[in-house]
């Protein structure tokens, strides 16, 4: 089946850093990926959808500039939070698609930002 | 604008009873996706509703689709205590040609012995 890699799964960064997160399919070739954002008790909320070679495309009232995304390759997805303050801390859930497997999710980045 | 509307949110149930959870979407749609998420946890899948009348079972779990109506179905049979977890349905934005998915607010679901 298909799988996808996301790491780190858990970080902790002080405010100001810079904290990337990577999302990689295993054994499938994902043409895009959407990357979303959940705080506690709530659903998850789509921050942006990457296809591979192009621009990411941002929801909105996600700033590009401080959620940079990139998917150089058909495998590999990341996510770079920048400049990251405390209300950045959430849980990020990477998703692959694929016209064959449909939806896989990575296993979730926890970011607390101290 | 695709909405994706989910009830109860809040479900608290003895073991051995049965529930069902309701997912009902604004669009038109073909394709219908349950979730089950644990605490801390990332999303597993469940189901997959492909089509009209789509019924699907995994043990105690069994999904419907009724796309005429827009609304699926996650029907609980004597709930164990392994089940309880929160459960998302989700549906895809451009209507079944795999654009982004649209989750409900989710189901927390508590089984109590």
């Known amino acids: 089946g298909a799988v996808v890699s996301q790491h780190p799964s858990r970080v902790i960064c002080k405010s100001g850093t810079s904290v990337k997160i990577e999302c990689r399919s295993l054994?499938?070739?994902?043409?895009?990926m959407f990357w979303y954002r959940q705080f506690p008790k709530q659903s998850l909320m789509l921050m942006a959808t990457?296809?591979?070679?192009?621009?990411?495309?941002?929801e909105q009232g996600v700033e590009k500039d401080k959620f940079l995304i990139n998917h150089a390759s058909l495998t590999l997805s990341t996510l770079t939070v920048t400049s990251a303050h405390p209300e950045d801390s959430s849980f990020y859930i990477c998703?692959?698609?694929?016209?064959?497997?449909?939806?896989?999710f990575g296993s979730g980045t926890r970011l607390t930002v101290v | 604008e695709l909405k994706v509307e989910q009830n109860p949110l809040f479900l608290s149930m003895q073991e051995g009873k049965n529930y069902t959870i309701y997912c009902n979407y604004s669009?038109?749609?073909?394709?219908l996706y349950w979730y089950r998420q644990d605490p801390g946890k990332s999303l597993e899948s469940l189901f997959v509703?492909?089509?009209?009348?789509a019924v699907k079972q995994e043990g105690r779990l069994m999904a419907s689709l009724d796309t005429k109506a827009r609304l699926s179905t996650l029907h609980i049979t004597a709930a164990v205590h392994d089940l309880s977890a929160t459960y998302f349905c989700?549906?895809?934005?451009?209507?079944?040609?795999?654009?982004?998915?649209?989750f409900g607010k989710g189901t927390k679901l508590s089984v109590k012995p």
């Open positions: 998703s692959a698609r694929n016209r064959a497997y449909g939806y896989t």
């Open positions: 054994d499938f070739q994902a043409t895009t």
């Open positions: 990457s296809n591979e070679g192009s621009k990411a495309t941002y």
């Open positions: 669009t038109t749609s073909d394709r």
């Open positions: 509703l492909l089509s009209n009348g």
């Open positions: 989700a549906v895809d934005e451009e209507g079944g040609s795999q654009g982004n998915l649209i």
